[in-house]
Protein backbone atom coordinates (compact mmCIF):
# COMPACT_ATOMS: atom_id res chain seq x y z
CA UNK A 1 0.00 0.00 0.00
CA UNK A 2 0.94 3.66 -0.76
CA UNK A 3 0.36 4.88 2.60
CA UNK A 4 -1.87 7.82 3.08
CA UNK A 5 -1.88 9.78 -0.02
CA UNK A 6 -2.44 13.47 0.71
CA UNK A 7 -2.92 16.18 -2.47
CA UNK A 8 -1.64 18.93 -3.16
CA UNK A 9 1.69 19.07 -1.23
CA UNK A 10 1.88 22.66 -1.30
CA UNK A 11 -1.06 25.04 -1.82
CA UNK A 12 -0.87 28.99 -2.13
CA UNK A 13 -3.90 31.00 -2.51
CA UNK A 14 -5.14 34.69 -1.95
CA UNK A 15 -7.16 35.85 0.98
CA UNK A 16 -11.12 34.99 0.37
CA UNK A 17 -10.43 31.97 -2.25
CA UNK A 18 -12.02 28.53 -1.73
CA UNK A 19 -9.39 25.91 -0.88
CA UNK A 20 -9.72 22.26 -0.98
CA UNK A 21 -7.44 19.39 0.46
CA UNK A 22 -7.29 15.82 -0.46
CA UNK A 23 -6.66 12.62 1.50
CA UNK A 24 -6.64 9.32 0.25
CA UNK A 25 -6.23 7.27 3.55
CA UNK A 26 -5.13 3.64 3.78
CA UNK A 27 -7.23 0.71 2.20
CA UNK A 28 -8.85 -0.93 4.83
CA UNK A 29 -8.75 1.60 7.49
CA UNK A 30 -12.00 2.64 9.07
CA UNK A 31 -10.62 5.70 10.84
CA UNK A 32 -9.62 9.16 8.88
CA UNK A 33 -8.66 12.46 11.18
CA UNK A 34 -7.39 15.60 9.36
CA UNK A 35 -5.31 17.69 11.94
CA UNK A 36 -3.77 21.10 11.28
CA UNK A 37 0.09 21.58 12.59
CA UNK A 38 1.55 25.33 13.38
CA UNK A 39 4.26 26.91 15.59
CA UNK A 40 1.58 28.62 17.81
CA UNK A 41 -0.94 25.68 18.75
CA UNK A 42 0.80 22.35 17.61
CA UNK A 43 -0.66 19.49 15.94
CA UNK A 44 -4.55 19.98 17.03
CA UNK A 45 -7.51 17.53 15.67
CA UNK A 46 -9.86 19.28 13.86
CA UNK A 47 -12.37 16.24 12.91
CA UNK A 48 -12.57 12.39 12.39
CA UNK A 49 -14.63 9.92 10.61
CA UNK A 50 -15.69 6.33 11.44
CA UNK A 51 -16.47 4.57 8.68
CA UNK A 52 -17.36 7.57 6.64
CA UNK A 53 -19.48 8.95 9.08
CA UNK A 54 -18.13 12.51 10.82
CA UNK A 55 -17.71 11.34 14.39
CA UNK A 56 -16.36 14.57 16.44
CA UNK A 57 -15.80 17.87 14.41
CA UNK A 58 -15.49 20.18 17.62
CA UNK A 59 -12.00 21.11 16.19
CA UNK A 60 -12.89 22.88 13.36
CA UNK A 61 -12.30 26.35 14.13
CA UNK A 62 -14.96 27.91 12.38
CA UNK A 63 -17.73 27.76 9.88
CA UNK A 64 -15.54 28.32 6.98
CA UNK A 65 -14.42 24.88 7.31
CA UNK A 66 -15.94 21.76 6.76
CA UNK A 67 -14.99 18.46 5.70
CA UNK A 68 -16.91 15.50 4.47
CA UNK A 69 -16.27 11.35 3.38
CA UNK A 70 -17.62 10.63 0.52
CA UNK A 71 -16.70 7.34 0.46
CA UNK A 72 -13.97 4.90 2.21
CA UNK A 73 -11.41 6.05 0.19
CA UNK A 74 -11.20 9.63 -0.23
CA UNK A 75 -11.81 12.86 2.24
CA UNK A 76 -12.10 16.66 1.43
CA UNK A 77 -11.38 19.30 4.26
CA UNK A 78 -12.67 22.73 2.40
CA UNK A 79 -11.86 25.96 3.64
CA UNK A 80 -13.94 28.83 2.23
CA UNK A 81 -13.26 31.71 2.05
CA UNK A 82 -10.14 31.33 2.98
CA UNK A 83 -8.40 33.89 5.48
CA UNK A 84 -4.07 34.33 6.29
CA UNK A 85 -4.80 33.09 9.68
CA UNK A 86 -4.85 29.26 8.16
CA UNK A 87 -2.11 29.21 6.93
CA UNK A 88 -0.74 26.07 8.23
CA UNK A 89 0.21 22.50 7.50
CA UNK A 90 -2.39 20.13 7.25
CA UNK A 91 -2.46 16.26 8.14
CA UNK A 92 -4.43 13.34 6.93
CA UNK A 93 -4.20 10.43 8.79
CA UNK A 94 -5.89 7.19 8.93
CA UNK A 95 -5.98 4.29 12.00
CA UNK A 96 -7.74 1.00 12.02
CA UNK A 97 -9.77 -0.52 14.97
CA UNK A 98 -10.16 -4.66 14.73
CA UNK A 99 -11.88 -5.55 18.26
CA UNK A 100 -10.84 -3.20 20.69
CA UNK A 101 -7.33 -2.62 19.70
CA UNK A 102 -6.39 0.18 17.54
CA UNK A 103 -3.52 0.22 15.31
CA UNK A 104 -1.39 2.98 15.17
CA UNK A 105 -2.57 5.99 12.71
CA UNK A 106 -0.52 6.51 9.73
CA UNK A 107 0.19 10.14 8.52
CA UNK A 108 0.11 11.43 5.28
CA UNK A 109 2.81 13.56 3.94
CA UNK A 110 0.85 16.56 4.67
CA UNK A 111 -0.76 19.63 2.99
CA UNK A 112 1.25 23.30 3.31
CA UNK A 113 -1.48 26.13 3.54
CA UNK A 114 0.02 29.49 2.97
CA UNK A 115 -2.78 31.90 2.43
CA UNK A 116 -1.81 35.81 1.24
CA UNK B 1 -12.24 15.22 28.70
CA UNK B 2 -9.15 13.87 26.99
CA UNK B 3 -5.97 15.55 27.19
CA UNK B 4 -2.24 14.80 26.63
CA UNK B 5 0.43 16.86 28.08
CA UNK B 6 4.20 16.92 27.44
CA UNK B 7 6.06 19.03 29.40
CA UNK B 8 8.93 19.76 28.10
CA UNK B 9 8.64 21.97 24.74
CA UNK B 10 12.43 21.96 24.27
CA UNK B 11 15.36 19.99 25.03
CA UNK B 12 18.95 20.56 24.37
CA UNK B 13 21.49 17.52 24.76
CA UNK B 14 24.78 16.69 23.44
CA UNK B 15 25.22 13.51 21.76
CA UNK B 16 25.55 10.23 24.10
CA UNK B 17 23.19 12.35 26.80
CA UNK B 18 20.44 10.35 28.07
CA UNK B 19 16.64 11.67 27.31
CA UNK B 20 13.86 11.14 29.22
CA UNK B 21 10.85 12.97 27.69
CA UNK B 22 7.63 13.35 29.87
CA UNK B 23 3.85 12.99 28.87
CA UNK B 24 0.76 12.62 31.40
CA UNK B 25 -2.78 12.10 30.08
CA UNK B 26 -5.99 12.45 30.97
CA UNK B 27 -8.72 9.82 30.17
CA UNK B 28 -11.53 7.70 31.75
CA UNK B 29 -10.85 4.39 30.57
CA UNK B 30 -8.81 2.19 28.79
CA UNK B 31 -6.01 4.09 26.61
CA UNK B 32 -3.96 2.86 23.89
CA UNK B 33 -0.64 5.62 24.01
CA UNK B 34 1.83 6.27 21.11
CA UNK B 35 4.84 8.26 20.36
CA UNK B 36 5.53 9.83 17.12
CA UNK B 37 8.67 12.05 15.90
CA UNK B 38 8.40 14.60 13.22
CA UNK B 39 11.75 15.32 11.69
CA UNK B 40 12.46 18.69 9.99
CA UNK B 41 10.10 18.98 6.88
CA UNK B 42 8.43 15.61 7.18
CA UNK B 43 5.17 14.12 8.06
CA UNK B 44 4.77 12.08 11.55
CA UNK B 45 6.30 8.55 12.26
CA UNK B 46 5.28 5.86 14.79
CA UNK B 47 8.42 5.46 17.46
CA UNK B 48 6.91 2.92 19.73
CA UNK B 49 2.88 2.12 21.41
CA UNK B 50 1.48 0.27 24.15
CA UNK B 51 -2.05 -1.05 23.53
CA UNK B 52 -1.93 -3.44 27.00
CA UNK B 53 0.55 -5.65 28.65
CA UNK B 54 4.05 -5.34 29.63
CA UNK B 55 3.88 -1.84 30.45
CA UNK B 56 7.61 -1.20 29.09
CA UNK B 57 7.83 -0.55 25.36
CA UNK B 58 10.47 -1.13 23.10
CA UNK B 59 10.40 0.90 19.54
CA UNK B 60 12.96 1.72 16.91
CA UNK B 61 16.00 3.54 16.88
CA UNK B 62 16.63 2.89 20.58
CA UNK B 63 13.71 4.15 22.03
CA UNK B 64 11.32 2.98 24.60
CA UNK B 65 8.66 4.15 26.83
CA UNK B 66 6.97 3.37 30.02
CA UNK B 67 2.93 3.26 31.03
CA UNK B 68 2.78 4.11 34.47
CA UNK B 69 -0.92 3.66 34.67
CA UNK B 70 -1.03 5.01 38.49
CA UNK B 71 0.52 8.25 37.01
CA UNK B 72 -1.13 8.34 33.50
CA UNK B 73 2.52 8.79 32.28
CA UNK B 74 3.94 7.56 28.91
CA UNK B 75 7.23 9.02 29.42
CA UNK B 76 10.07 8.20 26.35
CA UNK B 77 13.15 7.59 27.10
CA UNK B 78 16.76 6.79 24.95
CA UNK B 79 20.12 6.25 26.98
CA UNK B 80 22.07 7.98 24.57
CA UNK B 81 20.89 10.14 21.98
CA UNK B 82 22.50 10.72 18.54
CA UNK B 83 22.43 14.31 16.64
CA UNK B 84 20.26 12.24 14.17
CA UNK B 85 17.59 12.07 16.93
CA UNK B 86 17.03 15.98 16.23
CA UNK B 87 13.47 16.24 15.80
CA UNK B 88 10.03 17.14 17.56
CA UNK B 89 8.55 14.50 18.97
CA UNK B 90 4.44 14.19 20.18
CA UNK B 91 2.91 12.02 22.50
CA UNK B 92 -0.67 10.98 21.66
CA UNK B 93 -3.55 8.55 23.44
CA UNK B 94 -7.02 6.94 21.97
CA UNK B 95 -9.59 5.38 23.88
CA UNK B 96 -9.27 2.10 22.90
CA UNK B 97 -11.56 0.09 20.49
CA UNK B 98 -14.04 2.71 19.20
CA UNK B 99 -13.99 4.99 21.38
CA UNK B 100 -12.07 7.90 21.72
CA UNK B 101 -10.05 10.50 19.54
CA UNK B 102 -6.40 9.90 18.66
CA UNK B 103 -5.74 13.39 20.15
CA UNK B 104 -1.40 15.03 20.40
CA UNK B 105 0.34 16.91 22.97
CA UNK B 106 2.27 19.68 22.02
CA UNK B 107 5.10 18.37 21.31
CA UNK B 108 8.46 18.99 22.37
CA UNK B 109 11.52 19.92 20.14
CA UNK B 110 15.01 17.77 20.36
CA UNK B 111 17.64 19.43 19.53
CA UNK B 112 21.29 17.40 19.88
CA UNK B 113 24.38 19.06 19.68
CA UNK B 114 27.01 17.36 17.81
Known amino acids: DAGVIQSPRHEVTEMGQEVTLRCKPI?????LFWYRQTMMRGLELLIY????????DSGMPEDRFSAKMPNASFSTLKIQPSEPRDSAVYFC??????????????FGQGTRLTVV | AQSVSQHNHHVILSEAASLELGCNYS??????LFWYVQYPGQHLQLLLK??????LVKGIKGFEAEFIKSKFSFNLRKPSVQWSDTAEYFC????????????FGQGTTLQVKP
Open chain 1, 93 to 106: ASSLVVGQRNTEAF
Open chain 1, 27 to 31: SGHDY
Open chain 1, 49 to 56: FNNNVPID
Open chain 2, 27 to 32: YGGTVN
Open chain 2, 50 to 55: YFSGDP
Open chain 2, 92 to 103: AVKGSGNTGKLI
